[in-house]
């Protein structure tokens, strides 16, 4: 009986194991203190710049006579009103950006997912099997930041799909798998 060395064994196709949502939701909770550490240090940073490029706002923000000294706003107060605000929402820009690149940037790379899914050993593919791409990335993470939340839906049916996709998987033909 000969045998042929020179052609290749057959093997069959493998399927990953999909990660169960519990493994998703620990490193969701562990990407979310990885992610707050820095963002908190750059929130911690600008604050103490416009307090201390603004000391009405912190003299404002601690003076409980304040409240009760009159109804009328100043010129002085608007401002600081305006400067709050201006804080506060480049803080949330600044937070967006950063849990954005974060995930868009790690999920896309050879990596294939965030630090906490690196730590659970689950990656994110597509669901043919290869590497996302930096632009399914982005529309994974505003699917899951804008439309899972509501109601928490969007989490929900990964519980109900054949792969264990989540909404944001849904939209943008991912599935999470373990390595």
């Known amino acids: 009986m000969e045998t042929n060395m020179s052609e290749a064994p057959i093997q069959e196709e493998k399927h990953p194991e999909l990660a169960g949502v519990g493994y998703r939701f620990l490193a969701h909770l562990l990407d979310g203190v990885i992610i707050s550490v820095p963002f908190s240090i750059i929130v911690f940073i600008l604050a103490t710049l416009f307090f201390v490029s ?14 009760y000294s009159s109804t ?8 600081v009103i305006v400067g709050l605000l201006f804080f506060y929402g480049v803080t949330t ?15 896309s790379s050879k990596l294939q997912g965030t630090l906490g899914k690196m730590a659970l050993g689950i990656k994110v ?9 930096f632009g399914r990335a982005t529309g994974r993470f505003f699917a899951k930041g ?5 109601l928490f839906i969007g989490y929900i049916i990964a519980f109900f799909t054949e792969k264990k996709q989540a909404l944001h ?7 999470v798998v373990k390595k």
Do not use: C, Q
């Open 125 to 133: 593919t597509k669901v043919t099997g290869g590497k996302i791409t």
């Open 72 to 79: 009328v706003i100043t010129d002085e107060e608007w401002a």
């Open 146 to 150: 804008f439309l899972s939340p509501i």
């Open 169 to 175: 998987d849904l939209i943008a033909s991912t599935i």
């Open 93 to 107: 820009l600044i937070g967006i950006a950063v849990t954005w690149l974060y995930y868009a940037i790690m999920e």
């Open 54 to 67: 603004s000391p009405e706002a912190a003299f404002l923000m601690y003076d409980d006579s304040y409240y």
